[in-house]
């Protein structure tokens, strides 16, 4: 049974992510108006800041995605420790099925990338791209496709999208570290010990904890680090207990205080700057390139194979048992939507690409044509056997 923060979350994330497929059909049509030019200088518009001895100029983009992307790492974080604490990655008997299904995801993803980009110079970096599951659009999808979803199958969706966000905040971690900066490096983790710290003293200010996430991601920036693992290290020391007693949790607070500005502002702003690409004066081969081919493969068939095989194979082998009121084909949709990427896989193709604008177009064709194939497969999937169980 979901508890009521997970219910919470779900139509949270239900509702952005119709919102986001919105803004992002918006974004590329932007791109390719007769206003594309007002597109670029918007995205492109160079913002200088300084705040005592911090001082950064990045794009408007850059910006959106420095600034206010770990705030929904921070929610991802928090959502991350609540579930393992006392949600579905809390107890092992149902934490199995999600873990392996989202394990076996990334595994053939990438292997799927690897195979179409293998001898190709410079492009390898970008399988990670091919990792995550973005739930709020994916969760739109089920209750379109779907409304009569059993919510176990809803909540495996969401938990397997959780445990691929952990594996792909590792692998930014490891992949796309810059040159490192030991001072840096140094006052990062100084903060993070005084957060651990402040994190027994229950009743501590908000402005507190807002001053040292803040100085936080002013050094993990400074660092080398990329600025979305600042987000995930100010989620683990966050209490649990509450300020007052018989009053919610700090973290319950926190989490039901900035969902909603993550999922309808920050992810709409990063979406409005991330997914808008030119088509025009691409070569015509742009779709087929190694990297556009492999992630789109990777997105719409890798993700499903991996994720239902790992199903069958532990609910065969009696690891797991299937979620209740779920039959295979539910299952195979749900494996199928989990290719859709697109948020956490555009910002990843990012980070792959950040200074080439040509194979950053083809990274971003590949993310979108394959989240938005396995969109509509996995919808089809699912609307059939919706239809089936209405008919039983």
């Not at 683990?236 to 607070?253: E, I, M, N, T």
């Not at 926190?254 to 691409?282: D, K, Q, S, W």
Request: with cysteine; glycine share 10%; charged share 10%.
């Amino acid at each position: 049974m979901a508890s009521r923060s997970t219910l919470e979350f779900l139509r949270t994330e239900t509702g952005s992510g119709l919102l986001l497929a919105g803004i992002a059909a918006a974004a590329i049509l932007w791109a390719n108006s007769p206003w594309a030019s007002e597109y670029a200088a918007l995205v492109g518009h160079a913002v200088p800041m300084r705040i005592g001895p911090f001082a950064e100029t990045l794009t408007f983009a850059g910006w959106v995605r420095t600034a206010l992307m770990p705030i929904f790492f921070l929610v991802v974080g928090l959502k991350i420790k609540q579930e393992i604490v006392r949600g579905e990655l809390s107890n092992p008997r149902r934490l199995l099925l999600p873990v392996l299904c989202a394990v076996g995801g990334v595994a053939a993803s990438a292997a799927v990338f690897l195979a179409v980009n293998l001898g190709e110079d410079g492009v390898a970096q970008a399988w990670p791209a091919a990792a995550p599951t973005d739930a709020a659009i994916a969760l739109a999808l089920v209750a379109i496709a779907a409304p009569r979803l059993p919510p176990p199958l809803r909540v495996l969706l969401l938990t397997i999208a959780i445990v691929q966000d952990l594996i792909s905040v590792v692998l930014i971690a490891l992949v796309f570290s810059e040159t490192l900066r030991p001072a840096m490096l140094g006052g990062a983790l100084a903060t993070w010990l005084v957060l651990a710290a402040m994190s027994r003293w229950r009743a501590a200010p908000y402005a507190f904890w807002a001053a040292g996430y803040l100085l936080l991601w002013g050094f993990v920036v400074k660092s080398g680090l990329d600025a979305s693992l600042a987000g995930v290290l100010a989620a683990v020391f966050v209490p649990l207990q509450p300020k007052r007693p018989g009053g919610p949790g700090v973290l319950d607070q926190l989490l039901a205080a900035l969902h909603p500005y993550v999922a309808f502002l920050i992810l709409p702003l990063f979406i409005l700057t991330a997914a808008g690409f030119p088509l025009r004066g691409l070569p015509p081969d742009t779709p087929t390139a190694p990297v556009a081919l492999g992630l789109g493969l990777a997105l719409a068939l890798g993700k499903q194979l991996g994720v239902f095989g790992a199903a069958v194979l532990a609910i065969g082998l009696k690891w797991a048992r299937r979620p209740m009121g779920a039959k295979w084909l539910d299952l195979y949709g749900i494996a199928a939507l989990s290719g859709v990427g697109f948020t956490l896989s555009l910002y990843i193709g990012g980070l792959a690409f950040p200074a080439e604008a040509g194979v950053q177009a083809k990274a971003r064709i590949g993310v979108v044509a394959g989240s938005l194939i396995a969109a509509l497969w996995g919808m089809a999937v699912l609307a059939w056997s919706d239809s089936r169980r209405r008919a039983d």
